[in-house]
């Protein structure tokens, strides 16, 4: 009986197969914090699709599970290794295969970085639109595993709609394709989306057909300062009713206008509840449907509305927004000192209609779990994260943040929303999965979970 | 033991059971020429997802198929009937249950017509966009189940990306709830998409909730006539080098021109070759981006370039572009007369630069096998319909017919294309569906069917 490793070994090159301990310990979880994690056996890190379906047959030939992992920027801890299993790294897989302009698609490898593909397509006068807060460090292939979102999803919408194609590797070692690589097509079953945001769980994806649209406009950008978030909220829903369609609409509250400029100073107004960020990129009509936007705005109550005067101006507010994360978690880190703060990062989408309601509800939620609640997000699309500041130290606190993130999920619900907007399930959000979909999703999840996976080595314990 | 009807009865309204023999042989198949299809034993008309779940759990107990149908509008025979069947007409359910301008989505039962939902959100200044040509009488249900396209497909896209949550009646009866009614949601795998297209093999669709978008703006409207396909082919590629989306842009060949013209005169130029027709709703910049269409198509050799100059100028050219497929079957009856007619409608999509070279193909296929084929579609999607004309009674030119047929679809596949970009698998496409997708494609597929429906009683054949 050979062993796990000298398998791998014969399979791959000497560079693909890592098993230093200091650096297992780098590829044990992503970005979700709180999450369960295992220590790897190994870690993979692949080129090719053969490689891939090697270590893929392999690993089930030796019953060892395998954990696809991107860049590991995820915020669901779907890339959390188990203990003992393969982690298949795919960001050695970083080739930009194709860009064809008159088709007016891409094809990469999962490893592609999506600024990366996002330059090389500029470069040819076109663009890949999804942009996730990671987009600088997150790949092509975690993108689509986590069907990942953005600023740019209120118009242009989320990874999924990009996905035309994909290559994968089923838990079997054999190659799949998907899809195809024109603009339409209804051959069979669409398992391009099924394996969108599937989390690994169904197969490895080895490439990456996207496609692509022509560059964008250039846009302008307001700001708009709320008294309260459910005026914010309210003004969201009137620019929908109006007909309106921002090419940006985000969200920032008074939390997280504090904690910006406590990480670095821009001149916020942190006097304000709540500042709605907005872009129209209409071309010559930008300007009219801004004004649109802000007239609106004030007729919700907006204290002032404040249009960017040039490109430098306008990059700088969608810094700020950029910065959110980052200014979070120090936040959480200076209100909890010594390593204690811990921020549970919350995803939660209503229909736009709601948006104001459950702005209100996370308010009443942090009054009544004593807990320091941020809420950033994506107001255009009704999705938003609520961050949860705790001591990790501090039991009770731990608690009390748990149960006010429960009460989050509870309320977005119940105002017809979903328990992930984008982040994703994970391990996260398993229970709120099966809330959401209820036992016979849950019944049609295992029994397509267990045509493709019979042995339930892809991933496991992620999702359901 | 009970027998079928009985028990049918028993769970459905009297008016709801069809058994009168005349009645039957109406229902026994879709639009798609020489398919097979057979005598359904009932045809059922349920009005609400209880009754349509009572009548799946009825024919399971039986161990009969059920074949669901919209209005049997399809082009690929994927609601023809199988001998002694159930068929499940959604054409009862007709219920528009909600349209949210806020949140932009509406909610409806699978018989609503998409003409009856698109005029219902326009008088709520919204707009449901996929327009198949049979619009005006083929059900919302029936897009979904087809994934149907049409001609606005080039800038907004086809059903799929209309559709974000679905309830479905699964084979065992029970009532599946997918998707979501918020902008985004990634919560699970994506049952909703994989349900869209499936030609109700993987289920029974009872609800369905659509995205909608803003109201469109007025589009103004050219034509390009070219002394060659090829050059018209060209001229498209060059539209989407340039950067452009028009809101339409298809294609008519000199055999459609003069059957639409022999159907009803309207001046076209029949002396053409091909006529592109193209359209832009950019508002204020309309006119800006028609010029440039027009001046790339001048500059791949259009002979004349002609704009409407008035709404009702454009919509009588997109009414020469509608009755094309009716031209084409009168056109195939004058040819041979005495019923003897026949028309086998063809489907194949190519990536957007290899137009020229499917156009160019596909007369060659019509000079090869001495049968006359005329091409319209959807050429900015790179999506046509070469639609051959046959004598049905003459077994050696339906034979040259199909093999026709087959030659295009070689054709296309060998174009890096699929072999349907909008009218489906049905019974018509099977085998190119197996060659498209390949061994491990046709597995994956057939674990999928056996998951969802383990004793393959929803509409068997179909597919797969």
């Not at 970005?31 to 090697?54: F, I, K, N, Q, S």
């Not at 690993?59 to 299993?85: D, E, F, K, M, S």
């Not at 051959?187 to 994806?205: Q, R």
């Not at 040039?310 to 927004?321: I, M």
Request: net charge negative; with cysteine; aromatic share 4%.
């Amino acid at each position: 009986m050979t062993d796990l490793l000298s398998d791998l070994r014969a399979v791959l090159p000497d560079r693909a197969v890592v098993t230093d301990p200091d650096l297992l310990v780098s590829y044990q979880r992503d970005e979700a914090d709180l999450c369960a994690y295992g220590l790897p056996a190994v870690v993979v890190r692949p080129r090719t699709t053969a490689e891939v379906a090697a270590v893929v047959r392999v690993a089930a030939a030796h019953g060892v599970p395998v954990v696809p992992q991107g860049a590991r920027t995820g915020l669901a801890g779907a890339a959390n290794a188990v203990g003992g299993c393969v982690v298949l790294s795919t960001t050695a897989m970083t080739e930009i295969r194709e860009i064809d302009p008159v088709a007016r698609i891409a094809v990469v490898q999962p490893g592609v970085v999506n600024s990366a593909l996002a330059g090389a397509v500029a470069a040819q006068g076109l663009r890949y639109p999804p942009d996730p807060g990671s987009w600088e460090s997150s790949t092509i292939g975690g993108n689509v595993a986590t069907n990942a979102g953005g600023m740019c999803c209120v118009k242009y919408g989320v990874t999924s709609e990009y996905v035309i194609g994909l290559e994968v590797v089923l838990a079997s070692g054999e190659v799949l394709r998907t899809g195809r690589r024109t603009a339409k097509g209804v051959a069979g079953y669409d398992l391009t989306k099924l394996f969108v945001g599937s989390e690994g769980t169904l197969g490895v994806i080895t490439e990456i057909t996207v496609a692509l649209r022509p560059a964008p406009e250039e846009s302008l950008t307001l700001v708009a300062v709320f008294p309260s978030t459910a005026a914010a909220g309210a003004a969201v829903a009137a620019i929908a009713s109006e007909g309106l369609t921002p090419s940006l609409l985000e969200l920032l509250d008074q939390t997280h206008l504090l904690a910006i400029e406590a990480y670095r100073s821009m001149g916020l107004p942190t006097e304000a509840k709540a500042l709605l960020l907005a872009a129209a990129d209409t071309g010559e009509r930008a300007g009219a449907d801004l004004a649109r936007i802000a007239a609106v705005c004030e007729a919700a109550g907006a204290s002032e509305v404040y249009q960017a005067t040039d490109a430098t101006e306008a990059a700088a507010l969608l810094q700020a927004r950029r910065l959110a994360h980052a200014a979070m978690e120090k936040y959480a880190a200076d209100t909890y000192p010594g390593g204690r703060g811990g921020l549970i990062i919350d995803d939660v989408a209503v229909p736009r209609g709601s948006l104001a309601s459950l702005l209100d509800g996370v308010e009443k939620v942090a009054a009544e779990y004593d807990v320091p609640i941020g809420v950033v997000g994506h107001a255009g699309d009704g999705n938003m994260h609520p961050n949860i500041v705790v001591d990790r130290a501090d039991p009770a606190c731990l608690e009390r943040g748990r149960l006010a993130f429960d009460a989050i999920m509870e309320l977005g619900l119940g105002l017809g929303g979903t328990c992930t907007g984008e982040h994703g399930v994970g391990l996260l959000k398993r229970e709120w999965l099966a809330k959401e979909i209820g036992p016979v999703g849950v019944r049609v999840h295992e029994a397509i979970k267990a045509a493709l996976d019979p042995a339930g080595l892809l991933n496991p314990g992620k999702v359901l």
